[in-house]
């Protein structure tokens, strides 16, 4: 460092540029001296007359070198023949790694931008300001003079640890440190040496929040945000652009006049590098790059529909925030002027993201929080609330009103982004959630439909389509406990289809099948509404008949025995007429169960097959009874 400081091996400018300083060191010397001296180098007249006459000036147009000088100031013309001369004397250099035009193109628009920034916030000379931002980083290029091997490896090292930090491990000095010493020997004021060696990092300056060298280390952080954009790789701008947004929401420019400023700071880097011989090119727009959506790595998942929410009460910032969330998610963003206004929004727009301000005008963002939470259709928004108040109890306030997550304010671009991601992850894990959801919604349903169809295959017969054995003794069940609950009569009715088996023989099995379909019809259809039909099983049928005496049952039976028995079956060419034998219960006294109605039944079922068929038997009091017309009248009334 000693070595350095002595000067010997520093980027020094020679010739004009050296004289300058040489003369502008003394206390007596005059503009007349100054411009005699530039008046030597005419390249040096000519970048000092074009300096004088930018758009920084709005007096009238100088057209001599002595009135550049004049307009300019001594101290500005020397730092801006100090920075020309630089530029001159070190187009190449003997470090392999370091890029030497890239080196003062971005020096080139870094000093621009500077110059318009300065203008437009009267933070300081717009003049001088050129000169610093020209010379913000001269520090890289002493290092690059002077350990040309070793600051190659360092360039050479792309992953780790940050240049600055490699540079110190390394050479035991940084590039900001090493400029500092280079602003200060050219006689640059330190009021602006000192906050241009901070344009990396203004944020740990050390300056006080609103004091002169705090707003030009964010200016000149601001300019070299501009000058990293247009030196960026064209697949890699888009990610310079929220950075960009933000910072001239800061400076109260919404995109449209931040989009002018950028377009009139390019026109004017290309106009300087032409001359002074510094490579630039052209950029489209800065709408143009602001309002392409950022592309998709090939990994990336996306999201159909994505919405987000954005409430802010300062239009500037509103519509600042609202490109920038644009621009890190590729969605369009949906805003609000406060809570009020935001939560009418949400209930049309429905989004999944919220970022929202906390302190606004008619309902501040907690507000706005807890009236989302207390609906049904907020619950599942995620929340990102933007704050200055980082203390405990206020950030406890935020998570107990339903906020998910916080950014502080100033915004942080990296951490804003990463608080979106993570946004976005919760919106795709909720989605996933809801469909998965869905289909297994879809599953029960499907499932229930297939339970459903299993459980009706289960309880009818594939032949007839009758509720099968199983089923038909359940429904008895549940008729007789209904019967002792009530009071009410309940009869049971059994059915065979007489000669079936001579059926079979001498027809075929498919016959027989045809036969019992029939049959299976009539029984069903002489069955009344509140009846059970099942068939038992081979050719035998029960009919459970709610709130039916013995005589009701018995006539049911008989008219059933007739309609079956006049009924021809029209089977191929030939015509078949069966009949059927019935037995007939009712639940009596002393019956313990349905079973033993049914056996009741099934006893008088044997008993009209036993005295001919085609006939119907009853059991009265326990005793089986094939009744006849006088029985009917007076047993039967």
């Not at 990293?228 to 890699?236: H, I, N, V």
């Not at 009460?313 to 369009?332: F, N």
Request: proline content about 5%; some cysteine; hydrophobic content about 45%.
């Amino acid at each position: 460092m000693e070595e350095l400081e002595a000067g010997v091996r520093l980027p020094t400018p020679k010739g004009v540029a050296l004289a300058i300083m040489e003369v502008c060191r003394r206390e007596d010397a005059t503009i007349a001296e100054i411009a005699k001296l530039v008046m030597t180098d005419p390249a040096l007249s000519a970048r000092l007359l074009q300096l004088a006459n930018s758009a920084a000036h709005s007096r009238r147009p100088v057209a001599s070198v002595p009135d550049a000088v004049m307009r300019l100031g001594l101290s500005t013309a020397r730092m801006l023949a100090m920075g020309f001369s630089l530029v001159d004397q070190y187009p190449s250099g003997p470090c392999q790694g370091f890029d030497y035009p890239g080196f003062w193109s971005h020096s080139l628009l870094m000093a621009v931008a500077c110059q318009q920034l300065g203008g437009l916030t009267r933070d300081g000379s717009p003049d001088e300001l050129f000169a610093c931002g020209l010379l913000a980083r001269i520090g890289c290029l002493a290092l690059a003079t002077v350990y040309p091997i070793e600051y190659a490896g360092l360039l050479a090292q792309q992953e780790g640890t940050s240049l600055l930090e490699r540079e110190r491990e390394r050479l035991h000095v940084d590039h900001n440190e090493l400029t500092a010493v280079i602003l200060a020997d050219c006689g640059i004021p330190l009021s602006l040496a000192e906050p241009a060696c901070h344009h990396e990092a203004p944020g740990i300056s050390g300056f006080s929040e609103g004091s002169r060298p705090y707003e030009l280390a964010h200016l000149f952080y601001h300019a070299k945000c501009l000058a990293d954009l247009g030196l960026t790789p064209e697949k890699e701008r888009y990610s310079k652009i929220p950075e960009l947004m933000l910072l001239g929401g800061k400076i109260g420019l919404d995109v449209d006049t931040l989009g002018t400023l950028v377009d009139e700071i390019f026109l004017r880097w290309r106009g300087w590098g032409e001359l002074l011989k510094v490579p630039t090119h052209t950029l489209p727009s800065f709408a143009k790059l602001a309002l392409a959506p950022a592309p998709k790595s090939d990994g990336e998942d996306t999201l159909s529909g994505l919405r987000i929410l954005l409430v802010e009460d300062d239009a500037t910032s509103r519509i600042t925030m609202e490109a920038i969330l644009a621009r890190l998610l590729g969605y369009p963003v949906h805003s609000a002027a406060n809570g009020q206004e935001a939560l009418a929004m949400a209930l049309e727009v429905m989004p999944q993201i919220v970022v929202t301000d906390w302190l606004m005008p008619v309902m501040d963002g907690i507000g706005f929080c807890r009236a989302l939470r207390a609906t049904d259709w907020g619950q599942s928004m995620y929340v990102i609330m933007l704050t200055s108040m980082d203390e405990e109890n206020a950030i406890i306030e935020a998570f107990e009103a339903g906020v998910d997550d916080y950014v502080t304010k100033p915004v942080n671009i990296p951490a804003l982004r990463a608080r979106m991601r993570a946004a976005l992850r919760y919106v795709k894990l909720l989605g996933a959630w809801e469909r998965d959801r869905a289909q297994l919604k879809q599953f029960a349903a499907e499932l229930a439909i297939s339970n459903r169809k299993l459980e009706h295959a289960a309880l009818t017969d594939l032949l007839t389509g009758l509720p099968n054995r199983r089923a038909g003794l359940h429904a008895l069940s549940q008729e007789w406990s209904g019967a002792n609950r009530s009071g009410q009569p309940l009869s049971a009715v059994m059915i065979d289809v007489d000669h079936f088996k001579s059926i079979n023989d001498n027809y075929g099995h498919a016959i027989g099948d045809v036969i019992l379909k029939e049959a299976a019809k009539a029984i069903q259809n002489m069955a009344r509404k509140d009846d059970s039909v099942c068939r038992l099983g081979g050719e035998e049928f029960l009919i459970v008949c709610h709130n039916t005496d013995l005589k009701s049952a018995y006539n049911m039976a008989e008219r059933l025995r007739k309609k079956v028995g006049s009924t021809n079956i029209r089977v191929g060419d030939a015509d078949i007429r069966i009949t059927v034998s019935i037995g007939v219960a009712c639940k009596e006294f002393g019956m313990v169960d349905a079973e033993t109605m049914v056996n009741a039944a099934d006893r008088a079922l044997y008993e009209a097959k036993h005295e001919g068929r085609n006939r119907t038997c009853l059991v009265r009091h326990g005793r089986v009874i094939c009744p006849h017309e006088k029985f009917l009248t007076e047993y039967l009334p």
